[in-house]
């Protein structure tokens, strides 16, 4: 910890001001009354609350439609995640080795993380159009079997995770391939020169030392899938059809913000809170070092 | 004589090994399978961009055509044209610069500020307001969703800039960055600037400021990214046509299906402006962007 240098009194609350400012008002005040509106329930008319207790919890926890989006969420979550690491570690495995141009490898990949999951849904909206796009046209050579997001469920959902993974991947790449930075070549190079092959030495030195950033890129890849999914939900497949990619951010939103049902939204709000909180604690955990203070 | 033999003697036996030495390497099977399937992965993710890109130049009898043509046309102008008056892009445009712009700087600033606070001073509540700033990163928008909109409402900043701009500029990472980067700063610099006479302020603009920049750059392509791109946020503090940014504005080009002529190229085309601001400030700072990506979020 560094020896404090400057002696002013009244300066450090200063500078910290800003941010704290931001912090109560924008952060701190609408958690405390998402907090304090999930045990109240608005009248139909909007002009009275009364407090329910732990009412609007309950009724969540035995809506079968509730339970659909928390459903939902992990296959979307854990799609994106498996999907983007998946795809971030098969190209860090074949980078193990000295190749040339592996920057340029690294911008052609990186680039899609610039743009935001709703557009990129938009274009794959396009790609996926059961009657115009390019895959299902692909396909139709390959099986006989209706692709169509529109109607099919999970279709829709595959949708969603192809496009958000692709957000992301070059994100995980980057990562990887820092990661390897760090293995030194000459371990790399010994086992080569014990006649390890490729397959082996990926699987016996590079994925254990790659280890702590895959858990991190895993751990991360769940918060955005979980709370950076609104947008492309909201801007493809509204949750549909017949609600198979209704998830929990989107939930809150419907629920809150079009049904007006202000409690169960604020109740949902809190769930979402406890999930966020025990996932940052896990990512933080592993880099526990930089936060203690 | 002799010398001499047994150096002949010496060359002749190592021809052999010399001629081995010679010979060409296998031929580098390995390398050559790595790079073919590291372009089909770069083939498989630039695709779907790939795609976009030419339906954006192509009628709507081509986008229709079946089998799907995957060559650029010459209609470009028209479709970017006809995306750009239909979707008041100008505005959108305008407005999500804005908003990334804004939103990045002032965060930088404020974790600027907050970070060297909680550095170079020794206060009362310094444990406090380093873990304020830290909860932040647990409470994302959608947790909050209803309540933030309320205080926004309360404030009457809906529909307008500050609404967009100033809840987004609270950043825990970026306070940790440059907290992480002035405990990297030698403190001999510091006691030296002291007793030059030099005060806090000073210090911070005409010495830690200059050696941030690096760490500026590569926060603020992330940021401007981040600021860019989001989209819970405006779609529920704005509602006017004058205040919507790119990100949300573009839905409306969305030819539903039944109702609507597929102009999808049209659509791709307005696709193709909202994602170009980003994705060009990554490729051009790309180094920074890393460098933002890797210690940002660790």
């Known amino acids: 910890m560094r020896r404090a240098v400057f002696k002013h009194r009244g300066l450090p609350y200063l500078l910290v001001l800003p941010q704290i400012v931001v912090t109560l008002v924008f952060f701190f005040w609408p958690a405390f009354e998402s907090l304090r509106l999930s045990f109240f329930r608005t009248s139909p008319f909007g002009d009275r609350t009364f407090f329910v207790g732990l009412e609007n919890f309950q009724r969540l926890l035995t809506d079968p439609e509730y339970y659909r989006s928390v459903v939902n969420s992990f296959v979307f979550a854990l799609g994106v995640t498996a999907l983007g690491v998946g795809a971030g570690l098969f190209v860090a495995a074949l980078a193990t080795q000295k190749i040339r141009g592996l920057a340029a490898y690294r911008t052609a990949v990186l680039w899609p993380y610039g743009i935001a999951p709703p557009v990129a849904g938009i274009i794959f909206l396009f790609m996926f159009h059961p009657s115009y796009g390019v895959l299902p046209y692909w396909l139709s050579f390959l099986i006989d079997y209706e692709f169509n997001w529109l109607l099919k469920g999970w279709v829709a959902m595959a949708l969603v995770i192809l496009t958000t993974a692709w957000t992301h991947v070059g994100y995980n790449i980057a990562f990887f391939l820092a990661g390897l930075l760090a293995i030194p070549q000459s371990v790399l190079e010994a086992a080569s020169v014990d006649g390890a092959g490729a397959v082996r030495r990926f699987w016996a030195i590079v994925f254990p030392l790659l280890s702590p950033v895959t858990f991190y890129l895993v751990v991360v890849n769940l918060i955005f899938s979980f709370f950076g999914s609104f947008g492309v939900i909201h801007a493809v497949t509204q949750g549909g059809p017949g609600g198979a990619t209704d998830i929990m951010v989107f939930k809150v939103y419907k629920d809150g913000f079009i049904g007006l049902n202000l409690g169960s939204s604020a109740a949902q709000s809190v769930i979402l809170m406890v999930v966020v909180i025990a996932l940052t604690a896990l990512q933080f955990r592993f880099v526990e070092k930089r936060v203690t203070y | ?298």
């Open chain 2, 1 to 298: 004589m002799a010398g001499s033999t047994i150096a002949a003697s010496d060359r002749v036996a190592a021809l052999p090994r010399a001629v081995e030495a010679r010979r060409p390497r296998p031929f580098p099977w390995e390398t050559v399978v790595v790079h073919v399937l590291l372009l089909a992965c770069v083939a498989v993710i630039a695709f779907p961009l790939y795609y976009a890109l030419i339906i954006s130049t192509q009628t709507v009898q081509e986008v229709v055509a079946r089998p799907p043509i995957l060559t650029p046309s010459g209609h470009a102008l028209e479709n970017y044209g006809q995306a750009w008056t239909r979707a008041h892009m100008g505005r959108l445009l305008w407005n999500s610069a804005v908003v990334a712009v804004v939103s990045a700087v002032g965060k930088i600033v404020i974790s600027m500020l907050s970070a060297f606070a909680v550095v170079y001073f020794n206060f009362r509540g310094r444990q406090v307001a380093f873990w304020m700033i830290f909860v932040t990163l647990m409470l994302p928008v959608e947790v909050r969703i209803m309540s933030t909109y309320e205080v926004i409402g309360n404030l009457g900043w809906l529909n307008t800039y500050a609404g967009l701009t100033v809840p987004l500029m609270a950043s825990a990472t970026a306070t940790f960055l440059f907290r992480q980067f002035y405990l990297t700063v030698p403190n001999e610099l510091c006691e030296a600037a002291q007793l030059d006479g030099v005060g806090p302020l000073r210090f911070l603009v005409s010495f830690l400021l200059p050696l941030s920049w690096a760490n500026i750059a590569a926060l603020f392509v992330v940021l401007f990214t981040f600021g860019w791109n989001q989209y819970l946020w405006p779609l529920m503090i704005t509602n006017t046509e004058a205040m919507r940014v790119v990100v949300i504005g573009l839905q409306d080009l969305i030819p539903r299906t039944g109702t609507h002529v597929p102009e999808w190229n049209v659509m791709m085309a307005a696709a193709m402006m909202a994602l170009l601001p980003p994705v060009a400030v990554i490729l051009a700072m790309q180094r920074w962007f890393v460098k933002g990506l890797i210690e940002t979020e660790k």
